[in-house]
């Protein structure tokens, strides 16, 4: 017998099929605009069918509809204050009724105040947290009990470049990001035996329409955009990989990471 014929024919390995989600369900909240909307057509176009959330009815319809006939797949738009406990409740029953078991789930609702400490008020401070640290909290829990029945899942939340440094006259922001960092670290260790994923993504400057109203201001161009070693904003297409590699399986074997987007501003 020849060296040839005991040479075996190497395993086939998955590959880029790994990525694909088609039939999954995705709910992503925030996801009228900016980076929610990015990710969500990122999502769909690998497959999934996605329930959009956030407080804008009518903005939502028409997102959903531009899903459904750019890509193919289902899409649903659901108006609701994630920060409500009452509110998240009653999405999860829509969802639930309307859409089917999500296997994915990204908290994406976000709000920044910003400012000196001393220029701020209390209820300024709390507001952000409602948003960016209690709503993602409210939202997991609602639909936990169903990824673990499923025993799968995939839970991505939306931390920021500003969860893992600091930066002056941020201080609500920080410490919401900081708080999310956190947040998804104790969550991939308390689901891991269901077989279900938490990690966020920690994006840097992306030009959305939370950071347009800034965008020109002299301190933003040098201690945000000018921190990057690209030197620039990212553009919205930009967080597609990221997401549809923590939704799919491509991350079986990843779990609580923070996945930084951030062109480079973290590497100094």
């Known amino acids: 017998m020849s060296q040839h014929e005991h040479q075996k024919t190497p395993e086939r390995l998955p590959g880029i099929d790994l990525f694909r989600i088609d039939g999954q369900l995705a709910v992503v909240t925030g996801a009228s605009r900016g980076l929610g909307w990015a990710m969500a057509c990122g999502l769909a176009s ?33 108006a609701a204050d994630v920060s409500s406990e009452k509110a998240v409740s009653a999405l999860r029953d829509y969802c639930l009724a309307t859409a089917g078991v999500p296997s994915i789930l990204i908290n994406n609702a976000g709000i920044n105040i910003r400012g000196p400490i001393d220029e701020l008020n209390f209820e300024q401070f709390k507001q952000v947290l409602s948003t960016n640290v209690e709503a993602p909290w409210l939202v997991t829990r609602a639909f936990i009990e169903t990824m673990k029945q499923k025993r799968y899942g995939r839970i991505i939340h939306i931390a920021s470049t500003l969860g893992l440094v600091g930066l002056a006259n941020r201080t609500p922001y920080t410490a919401s990001k900081g708080a999310v960092v956190q947040l998804t670290r104790a969550m991939a260790l308390e689901f891991a035996p269901w077989n279900i994923t938490c990690n966020a993504i920690c994006p840097g400057p992306f030009l959305t329409e939370m950071n347009q109203g800034v965008a020109n201001q002299t301190d933003v161009k040098t201690n945000i955009v000018g921190a990057t070693v690209m030197g620039r904003w990212g553009e919205l297409s930009e967080i597609q990989g990221a997401a549809i590699y923590l939704a799919s399986s491509a991350s079986s074997f990843t779990t609580g990471s923070m996945l930084v987007v951030d062109g480079g501003w973290t590497a100094r």
């Not at 959330?53 to 797949?73: H, K, M, P």
Request: charged residues 25%; proline residues 0%.
């Open 46 to 78: 690998a497959g999934a069918n996605v329930l959009l959330v956030s407080r804008n009815q009518s903005e939502l319809d028409q997102r959903a509809e531009e899903i459904s006939e750019v890509y193919g797949t289902k899409a649903w738009g659901y």
